[in-house]
């Protein structure tokens, strides 16, 4: 690309990536941001549950505060608790919350009105208040605590698994003489 400087270049690849790239690197970018915690892989697994277990509560402006409070309490991951929390992204949140709202009409027996797609607006749902507010709650803790125990597990896995792998990448240990023959070049 002659005659063009680097900002320039930088600029057309940047404008070049399409959405999936940038997804995908988000995800990598929180996925190892996650894996150099400091911090034990309990730690780390606790605060991951208690932020996902929030985000699936209908509490959606407190998400962040109320994860971290919680992890500060118990003596967890705070910051590991607030990346959990984005479990609830807003592309998401309106189906977290109808599911929510289903299980805890189903708990609780509550016969309050069916929410369709139609009638699912800020303001409709300030009009029914408490008949939609108290299942939502009940059904966001029952999933709340349904999705934070495989998160707890699968997470203590992934950073442990992790952390094992750069302590024998930094002791030397080789990884390929499982696959490679003693006889070819790996052993010369």
């Known amino acids: ?27 990598r970018y929180v996925y190892l941001r996650l894996l150099r915690v400091k911090g034990g892989p309990e730690e780390i697994a606790w ?29 967890k991951s705070k910051l590991t608790a607030a990346l959990g929390v984005w479990v609830a992204n807003p592309f998401v949140l309106p189906f977290i919350y109808l599911l929510d709202y289903k299980i805890g009409r189903a708990v609780t027996g509550s016969l309050g009105p069916s929410l369709a797609f139609s009638n699912f607006s800020i303001s409709h749902l300030l009009e029914l208040g408490w008949e939609v507010s108290y299942p939502m709650l009940v059904g966001g803790l029952i999933m709340g605590g349904f999705c934070a125990l495989p998160t707890y597990f699968l997470t203590k896995r992934t950073v442990a698994l992790f952390r094992e792998k750069r ?8 990884y390929f003489t499982k ?8 052993s010369k």
């Open 167 to 174: 302590r024998k990448r930094s002791d030397g240990i080789d």
């Open 179 to 186: 696959t490679t023959s003693r006889t070819g070049p790996a």
């Open 47 to 75: 605060g991951m549950a208690i932020g996902v277990f929030v985000g699936m509560t209908p509490t959606v402006p407190l998400h962040t505060v109320l994860a971290v409070l919680i992890a500060f309490f118990l003596g």
């Open 1 to 27: 690309m002659m005659g063009m400087d680097r900002d320039e270049v930088l600029a057309r690849e940047k404008k070049g990536r399409g959405w999936w790239e940038k997804w995908k690197r988000g995800f």
